[in-house]
Nanobody
């Protein structure tokens, strides 16, 4: 069964850190572009960071550059998002996505709440 399971969310104070994990099951992420997206209440879902297969080239939203780091360990079929210097505006549900041509898989999300 194909699935993406996010974990690591929670409540953290402004300036704190969290590391999100996304574990894939039922398929190998090795050829997939992996990405993290987030959706805050009342807002549209937005891309936070992505990492391609192979060379692992990364891309970040301007709002998180220098604070968040995406990484992948294909041998563990897992993608991570290290989030530092968190701000209240980072509060959202964070989703993991796997993309390969027309094939897209989404996780169910993990809630990150940053208190001021």
């Amino acid at each position: 069964q194909v699935q993406l399971v996010e974990s690591g969310g929670g409540l953290v104070q402004s300036g704190g850190s969290l590391r999100l994990s996304c574990a894939a099951g039922g398929f190998s992420i090795s050829v997939y572009v992996m990405s993290w997206h987030r959706q805050a209440p009342g807002k549209e879902r937005e891309l936070v960071a992505s990492i391609i297969s192979g060379a692992g080239v990364t891309n970040y939203a301007d709002s998180v550059k220098g604070r968040f780091t995406i990484s992948r360990v294909d041998a563990k079929n897992t993608v991570y998002l290290q989030m530092n210097s968190l701000k209240p505006e980072d509060t959202a549900v964070y989703y993991c996505k796997a993309s390969y041509y027309m094939r897209n898989y989404w996780g169910k999300g993990t809630l990150v709440t940053v208190s001021s």
